[in-house]
């Protein structure tokens, strides 16, 4: 059995042309699961599959890139034409209150997404993947996961500035999904809170990950000059993910 991960946005902060923001659905034996649901990206899982059909979500983070969507994933379920449905999220612990803080109905929104807590170090049962999260760099609670299947193996960095934890979480993955918003010729950055190209590629190579995934780009970066730098500091096979690619591991 495969594990198979569909790009449903790949854009750092904001969507581009396009590029929608962060979302990924991976999909083993059936089992579905969204990571991320930045904005714009509910469209291209649609395009996929009815939202009754996920299985479960997991956030990585609070930042709008990675969770606007999950506002228009709600309502999807809650006037469901099959009737209403429910979906588990796990995010970052506040979650509920901090999202739900631009809805009017709390309780119906928190009985939709049923949100359970999740934290750097917890291992997630998720159908018959596990999920392990890791502690990413980045100013506020972040996830990063490694997504293990049938001795498959699918690291998500998700928004992080270079740190060991990542190498930890993309051990001898079979794909590392990174974040590369940036490219070293834009240094100084706007933030240090992302990587560039060739630090996801060194983070890579750290891990001994098999492939490499740059994801997250800043919309008006090259995809092309992102690959470039990657390959100066990693060996492995280099891709720039893009809207509805899928990755068969
Ligand atoms: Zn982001
Ligand atoms: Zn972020």
Known sequence: ?????????????????????????????????????????????????????????????????????????????????????????????????????????????TATCRFTPAQAGDVLRLGPLTVRLFAAAHPVDTLALRIEAAGTVLAYSADSAPTPALSDAARDADLFLCDATWLERQRPLPSAVHMTAEEAGRQAGDAGAKRLVLTHLWPTNDPAESAAEAARAYVGAVTVAADLDEFVL
Request: charged letters at 20%; hydrophobic letters at 40%; one cysteine or more.
């Open 1 to 109: 059995m495969t594990l198979a991960l569909t790009v449903l946005g790949c854009s750092g902060t904001h969507p581009g042309p396009q590029r929608m923001c962060s979302s990924y659905l991976v999909e083993h034996d059936g089992y579905r699961l969204l990571v991320d649901c930045g904005n714009g990206s509910l469209s291209n899982l649609t395009r996929r599959c009815d939202v009754a059909d996920v299985d479960a979500v997991v956030l990585s983070h609070l930042h709008p890139d990675h969770f606007a969507d999950l506002y228009g994933l709600y309502y999807a379920l809650r006037f469901h034409r099959d009737g209403a449905r429910a979906v588990p999220v796990y995010a970052p612990a506040g979650a509920p209150a901090f999202i739900g803080r631009l809805l009017d109905d709390l309780d119906t929104f």
